[in-house]
């Protein structure tokens, strides 16, 4: 292979590296930096790390894969977001309503959810090792292959299949 090539391979798979890829909608970032309130908004994949969301309207909204490390959104409208395979190590959600909310494959290692309202949330397979629980509501709540704050595993909320 000649010098050329290389260089051109080099330059390209470079700029290739260098790009990403955003899935979250710009204008919905926008919205809820600037009001706190979005609904049925696409900010998946965004990085909202640290960021101070508390009082938050969430609504219907997708937040899937993103990154929520130490966010606070304490007291904030979650119900029915999709938080599948989301970073939410050491978030602030105490009193939160996140009712019907998707936590499947989600990592909530500290997060702190006391007082939150997380019936009908789905658990499955997420991560609750040292997550603070008291006072939440969980009726009705899926935890299927979920690592407890105690790092138990619980099947309880696991559908068992006849095949």
């Given at each position: 292979?000649?010098?050329l090539?290389?260089?051109?391979?080099?330059?390209?798979?470079?700029?290739?590296?260098?790009?990403?890829?955003?899935?979250f909608?710009?204008?919905?970032?926008?919205?809820?930096?600037?009001?706190?309130?979005?609904?049925?908004?696409?900010l998946s994949?965004?990085?909202?790390?640290?960021?101070?969301l508390?009082?938050?309207?969430?609504?219907?909204s997708?937040?899937?894969?993103?990154?929520?490390?130490?966010?606070?959104?304490?007291?904030?409208?979650?119900?029915?977001?999709?938080f599948?395979?989301?970073?939410?190590?050491g978030?602030?959600?105490m009193?939160?309503?996140?009712?019907?909310?998707?936590f499947?494959?989600?990592?909530?290692?500290?997060?702190?959810?006391?007082g939150?309202?997380?019936?009908?949330?789905?658990?499955?397979g997420?991560?609750?090792?040292?997550?603070?629980?008291?006072?939440?509501?969980m009726?009705?709540?899926?935890?299927?292959?979920?690592?407890?704050?105690?790092g138990?595993?619980?099947?309880?909320?696991?559908?068992?299949?006849?095949?």
């Amino acid at each position: 292979m000649g010098y050329l090539m290389k260089i051109m391979i080099i330059v390209l798979v470079s700029f290739w590296l260098g790009t990403t890829v955003w899935a979250f909608n710009q204008v919905h970032f926008d919205r809820l930096m600037q009001t706190k309130r979005c609904l049925e908004c696409d900010l998946s994949d965004l990085n909202l790390r640290n960021e101070n969301l508390k009082g938050a309207v969430l609504v219907d909204s997708n937040l899937q894969r993103a990154n929520l490390w130490d966010v606070d959104l304490q007291i904030a409208f979650l119900q029915r977001v999709n938080f599948q395979r989301s970073y939410l190590q050491g978030a602030k959600l105490m009193g939160a309503d996140l009712q019907n909310a998707n936590f499947q494959g989600a990592d909530l290692r500290g997060a702190n959810l006391q007082g939150a309202n997380l019936q009908g949330v789905n658990f499955d397979g997420a991560n609750l090792e040292r997550a603070k629980l008291t006072g939440a509501l969980m009726l009705g709540a899926k935890l299927c292959n979920t690592i407890l704050p105690n790092g138990a595993v619980e099947y309880s909320g696991c559908v068992l299949s006849n095949r």
